[in-house]
DNA sequence: TTAGGTGCAAATTCTTTGCACCCTG
DNA sequence: CAGGGTGCAAAGAATTTGCACCTAA
């Protein structure tokens, strides 16, 4: 999927604006490695950011590819799908079932509920392959990191 | 969580029938493995299981607890969390929306579906924390994969 | 000018593999 | 007893880090 020019430079304008805000210096690497995931579609790895960017920019080292969108990321410039930085992890319990995930420590916890159970893949997914299993992902804050956050905004005023 | 007594005994049934089933030898170790996820609800990662079995089986090493890992898994014994083996991937969109993820090559599309975006977080997860996002993963098996799936069935006659 | 950013190469972390010995079936 | 399974140590893959040079503001 590629995205639509306008959609892009709307993208690319947004960057700029969050670097400019935000104190970051806005070299040449960093616009080239966000135009790179902002006009694809396609959910690229560090690694196809590397090689996209390079055709355009053949001295970038794949590091500042890394560096580069940890802090997009952090900017909330971009999201990331799959979590990476984690661990593979396993679970018994074969039965579907929901999870509740805490977006600040990363521990997954089951959600059962009925109404997720029940919900049936969309139209749109037909035109993707065979829809087998919906699985609700719940991201949020849990009551640990609440109270965490709390504490040290009590501290830094923040 | 801990897994009542019952349900452990049930899981750890189904396990040695799906190997003898499937002519896997039942060692020690694949017992043990099999016993630390299944008696536990905390999602363990291969380390977590080394160490918990480490302490009943202080010799295991922890590439048997991950080649136990993957062989579970096979098996349709265990199921995983977080797609572990991919690497992370960044997306520009910043809008809410969800996922269709091939269960075979991992390829992960945007899915728009309205209903979707309107799920409500249910009442269990506010026992967990605050929840913010809910997002929703369809999984299944793209074109490319089921055709390449038939083909190569029309071979083995599987 | 100068502090933050970059490239390089080496380090880390998680996971996988080759090989000789071991144990289940 | 035979072939799959295991432990060890070393290799791989993805990501991170230290350091000296570079460049946007």
Redesign the pocket.
Known sequence: MTISSPEIKQRMAHFEQVCRTSG???????IEIFREIAQKGDHP???MVYRGVRKRMP??????V???L?LLKDLDLVTMLES??E??RFDARLSPHHHFVCMSCGLTQDLNCKEFDNLKPPKSAKALGQALITHVEVRGICFKCAEKEKTASDKTGR
Chains 1, 2 share one sequence.
């Open positions: 970051i210096k806005l070299t040449h690497q960093r790895s560090a690694e001295t970038v080292s794949l590091d500042t890394y560096r580069t940890w990476a930085h661990k593979a």
